[in-house]
């Protein structure tokens, strides 16, 4: 099964999310995209095979998108997808590709649908919790 992580090392949630795809006995092809960017084809894929759009993966926090104006309600999709091209740090993250889908993991629970969650064991993030499944999930 091959798995692919879209992943800041910077940020604790895509942290937990590699690490809990390694406990999983996978070790994931890691795409470290502030380094490497996005195409404007790939962004789109994943944005489609998750369910997203730019404005749903727009990450709001800790980033520039208010600073660009991107926020604003009335800013279109494709100001918003240009915006992520020129500054990848505005894809909020980690996204996981696996065989099972496409997923944004934040919160990091998230991972659980795409891995084989039973092999995790006692598995705990970096501040010890344990990565449990959300009741609805």
Known sequence: MTIVIHHNPDCGTSRNVLAAIRASGEEPVVIEYLKEGWTRPQLLALFA??????????????????????????????????????????????????????????PSEAVLELIDASRLGDFRKEDGAPLVATPGA
């Open 49 to 106: 095979a998750a369910g997203l759009t730019p404005r749903t993966a727009l990450r709001t926090s800790k980033s520039l998108a208010e600073e660009l104006g991107l926020t604003d309600p009335t800013v279109g999709d494709d100001t918003i997808l240009a915006a992520m091209l020129e500054h990848p740090v505005l894809v909020n993250r980690p996204i996981v590709a696996s065989p099972k889908g496409v997923r944004l993991c934040r």
